[in-house]
């Protein structure tokens, strides 16, 4: 008789059992652990819920303190008289006009492309003083007739204002002894320029402060707002200037200006200041003025 053949079917049926068997326990203990971590996650937010929410804390901003306090009564005699230009302190092209309240330029046959300069004829020797410009007008002008004028561009306007030692020259950052800022945006300290602020705007007006009390913070210091905010941090004066005296110095082309001495000034500051025109006398000083032997 043959051998009979071993059944090997039933093993591999109960085998496949087995297995669906431990998939089912596996799925079932998933499901535990899910059901157990969602239960857990619920149990938290709850326990969130009953505490009080503490406000959250604002985050600190960085701001830059004003360091310039109010200037004191002061009882010393005021400067007397009406802060000017000498013609010696002028380039041949200012026109000034109201007592030197408002200057102009010439502006024909190619004057319009010069820049013009005032000194005026009364500077700052110590305290803390500041005087103001305003741009009235901007002169857009191009050359008046002449070969080629219809080829050339109008003058790039300018404005500068801030402090030069008497006899330097005219045109603000040409010199060593000058300070100043350019209301595009720069700093000048002597012939070094640097970026200070943003533009200004043109009808705003302008105060450059010039800080000479050895007692403050900002001692020996130049600073510009505008509209009465500070747009420049306190520029530091060289050490050449130190000890001499500082005169009010403009520069401009293609534009007409306001210059105000004060004595009070047309915008205030975020503090109380004086300006150069409300000086005591014993602060500041006039400038000489050689007048021609022939009277010419």
């Known amino acids: 008789m043959a051998p009979k ?23 079932v203990e998933e499901k535990k652990v899910e059901e157990s971590v ?30 310039e306090q109010d200037a004191p009564a002061d009882k010393r005699a005021v400067l007397k008289g009406v802060i000017g230009f000498n013609a010696a302190d002028t380039t041949l092209n200012v026109v000034p006009t109201m007592d030197g309240k408002v200057l102009n330029s010439l502006t024909d046959n190619g004057m319009q492309h010069l820049v013009a300069g005032a000194r005026a004829n009364v500077g700052v020797k110590a305290g803390r003083y500041m005087f103001e410009i305003q ?37 603000l950052g040409d010199s060593e002894d000058h300070i100043c800022f ?25 105060s450059v402060l010039l800080n000479l009390d050895p007692k403050s913070p900002n001692a020996n210091t ?13 520029k530091p004066i060289p050490e050449r200037l130190h000890g001499k005296t500082l005169f009010p110095h403009v520069s401009f082309r293609s534009v007409k200006l306001h210059v105000h001495m004060g004595p009070q000034p047309m915008k205030a500051l975020p503090f109380k ?19 021609p032997k022939d009277g010419k």
Do not use: H
Request: hydrophobic fraction near 30%; charge should be positive.
């Open 222 to 234: 130049f600073s510009l707002f505008c509209d009465g905010e500070r747009i420049s941090q306190p």
């Open 38 to 67: 969602a239960n857990k996650r619920k149990a938290e937010d709850e326990k969130k819920e009953d505490i009080p929410e503490q406000p959250k804390k604002e985050a600190k901003t960085e701001e830059a303190v004003e360091q």
């Open 135 to 171: 741009i009235l007008e901007n002169v857009v002008l191009g050359d008046a007739g002449g070969w080629g004028s219809r080829y050339r561009q109008p003058p790039k306007q300018m404005v500068r204002l801030g402090f030069s030692t008497a006899g330097s020259p005219l045109v």
């Open 5 to 27: 053949k071993k059944n090997t079917a039933a093993p591999k049926k109960d085998d496949k059992k087995v297995e669906e068997k431990k998939a089912e326990e596996k799925k």
């Open 273 to 291: 200041c004086r300006s150069i025109g409300g000086a005591a006398e014993a602060d500041v000083a006039k400038a000489s003025t050689a007048e």
């Open 182 to 206: 350019d209301a595009d945006g720069a700093c000048y300290v002597g012939k070094t320029r640097s970026a200070g602020f943003k533009r200004v705007q043109r009808d705003k007006p302008l």
